[in-house]
């Protein structure tokens, strides 16, 4: 996947929000003062170039819709943050997370639980 800009981001989390739309739809999502229409218009023609998002005719224009899952774009930030801020390792970034408080003991038990249950399952 090629790099969005922060821009492009907020564009494509739109998309998601609506699934197939117009430019024009998208605007009408953004708070006041909104982009001009021909700006997103610009931003969703990026992310089709970018292969992210994908078009069909509608009578004088287009239709646009996400051809990338939100949540397989999530796995892949996810892997680039994971690298640059935990040098590559999701048990540092779980270990922060602990520290933290943001993940509690019982939970990573219940999970590894979770992970034991479908290994079995699976033979």
Excluded at 8 to 26: D, F, N, R, S, Y
Excluded at 49 to 77: A, M, S
Aim: with cysteine; hydrophobic share 35%; net charge neutral.
């Amino acid at each position: 996947m090629q790099k969005l800009t922060a821009k492009e981001e907020e564009v494509l989390e739109l998309m998601w929000q609506l699934g197939e739309c117009t430019p024009k739809e998208i605007v009408a999502l953004y708070p006041e003062p909104q982009p001009h229409v021909n700006t997103i218009a610009t931003m969703v023609q990026s992310l089709e170039r970018k292969e992210y998002v994908g078009h069909r005719p509608q009578g004088r224009g287009y239709i646009y819709f996400p051809l990338v899952k939100q949540e397989d774009y999530g796995r892949t930030k996810l892997g680039g943050f994971v690298d640059r801020y935990f040098k590559h390792s999701y048990i540092k970034l779980v270990s922060s997370l602990v520290q933290d408080e943001r993940v509690s003991e019982q939970e990573l038990l219940d999970f590894l639980a979770e992970l034991k249950k479908k290994a079995t399952e699976k033979n």
